[in-house]
């Protein structure tokens, strides 16, 4: 199994001002993915992380919005920019080994913009 | 990929056994049936996965009619810490393919 952490686990920022979420994953995967999960709401994927290349944007999400990196195969980073009210969240990291292993997701990190 | 139906919500006691059902009529030949379950709060959590007939781990079984179009979550003696969101998804076992989340089943559980 993969353990997946995040940080900040919650902040509160500005409107305008951008956050970067780290992911850390404790051991190298293939796959890595960002969700988003306003609340009471499901989960919707944002965005796959590729490595060493530009991630992969799901319908209605956009890489000046959402800019991903991933360095390697344990990292990756979310950045949320010129924040809005609308964006408040929470925002998880999910890696997946590979074929026929298990998608393991991260606790999440919940943003408030205020 | 396969659009999941699920109950929005169900409702337990301590002690009793819960049955989840999914509707997934088109599932295609290639999808698996994987069952996710949420705390509050917290990263949705693994529960079992399965292709077709019943499989069953430490924490749950799961029942897939020959047809496929259908699967049941069951979980035995449900306490209240089983209280959470259910998610039913239906894809393919490939690597590349994130997992898509439809609404969920909210359960209850109360003693």
């Known amino acids: 199994s993969a353990v997946i952490s995040q940080k900040p686990s919650r902040d509160i920022c500005q409107r305008g001002t951008s956050l970067t979420i780290q992911c850390q994953v404790d051991?190298?995967?293939?796959?890595m993915f960002w969700y988003r999960q306003q609340p009471g709401q499901s989960l919707t994927l944002i965005a796959t992380a590729n490595q060493g290349s530009e991630a992969t944007y799901e319908s209605g999400f956009v890489i000046d919005k959402f800019p991903i990196s991933r360095p390697n195969l344990t990292f990756s980073t979310l950045t949320v920019s010129n924040m809005s009210p609308e964006d408040s969240s929470i925002y998880l990291c999910?890696?997946?080994?590979?074929?026929?292993?298990?998608?393991?997701f991260g606790p999440g990190t919940r943003l408030l913009v205020l | 990929l396969a659009k999941t139906t699920q109950p929005i919500s169900m409702d337990s006691y301590e002690g009793q056994e819960v049955n989840i059902t999914c509707s997934h009529n088109?599932?295609?030949?290639?999808?698996?049936i994987t069952w996710y379950q949420q705390f509050p709060s917290q990263g949705p959590r693994f529960i079992i996965q399965?292709?077709?007939t019943k499989v069953t781990n430490e924490v749950a079984s799961l029942f897939i009619p020959a047809d496929r179009k259908s699967s049941t979550l069951s979980l035995p003696r449900v306490s209240l810490s089983d209280t959470a969101v259910y998610y039913c998804l239906v894809a393919p076992n490939q690597a590349g393919t994130a997992l898509i989340f439809g609404k969920g089943t909210t359960l209850s559980v109360s003693s």
């Open positions: 399965g292709y077709k």
């Open positions: 051991s190298q995967v293939t796959m």
């Open positions: 088109n599932i295609a030949t290639n999808d698996y």
């Open positions: 999910s890696a997946r080994g590979g074929r026929g292993e298990t998608q393991y």
